[in-house]
């Protein structure tokens, strides 16, 4: 029987070592990452069975990594390993294109059962979670911000005015305010420091 082909992506250099021990004595670990731009690259150029990938990364995060993998067309199976034990991420891990959410806390034989289990095309969720998302917030992680949108997320949670913000982007203030209005309406937020916290929450600005 094959063993199964993985790839880690972790920016934390000494978890990652931990994991790969494990990870290589059960399974034929291909290589360890640790920002998402070369998750996508090396997915696409390897097509490993499972990945194993952290939320937060530097470059591209792990959300928008394995969006842009299933844009470009991959079916390797996804598992989020992180240390995040929150529903509103859980929901947003699977509409991204997930598989598998497990915390990092978890044992190492729980890891090697969720590999096995989302290689056998069978979703897994740890049972460390303590809840599922409430079809609000699971209703409201499901609604895409677009690109513009995203940029102008980042540049108001780094502290910028509308106004250069508008000027960065090279678009009109009201344009800028336009498409934080309509952030905050796509996400159901009320305020700006209600929108920054939950778009890093979700991943959607690093």
């Known amino acids: 029987m094959n063993r199964i082909r993985l790839i880690l992506a972790d920016d934390h250099v000494m978890v990652a070592q931990g994991l790969q021990s ?28 499972v990945i194993l990938v952290d939320i937060s990364m530097p470059v591209l995060n792990g959300f928008d990594a394995v969006r842009e ?15 995040h034990n929150d529903p509103a991420l859980l929901a947003e891990a699977f509409r991204s ?16 059962n969720a590999v096995r289990e989302v290689a056998q095309g069978n979703n897994y969720i740890s049972p460390l979670i303590t809840s ?21 997320l980042k540049l108001l949670s780094q502290g910028l005015t509308m106004k250069e913000i508008a000027a960065e982007l090279k678009i009109s203030t009201r344009t800028a305010e336009s498409h934080k209005y309509e952030t905050m309406q796509t996400l159901g937020v009320e305020t700006t420091a209600e929108l920054i916290r939950y778009c890093l929450r979700l991943g959607l600005i690093s």
């Open 22 to 49: 494990l990870l290589c004595d059960e399974f034929d670990l291909l290589g360890t990452v640790g920002n998402g731009r070369e998750l996508v690259e090396w997915t696409l150029n390897l097509k490993p069975d």
């Open 69 to 83: 993998l299933r844009k470009r067309g991959s079916e390797s199976r996804i598992i989020f390993l992180t240390m």
């Open 97 to 112: 294109g997930a598989s598998g959410y497990i915390l990092k806390q978890a044992a190492g034989e729980e890891l090697v």
């Open 132 to 152: 599922l998302p409430p079809e609000s917030q699971t209703k409201n992680a499901q609604k895409t911000i677009t690109p513009r949108q995203r940029e102008v």
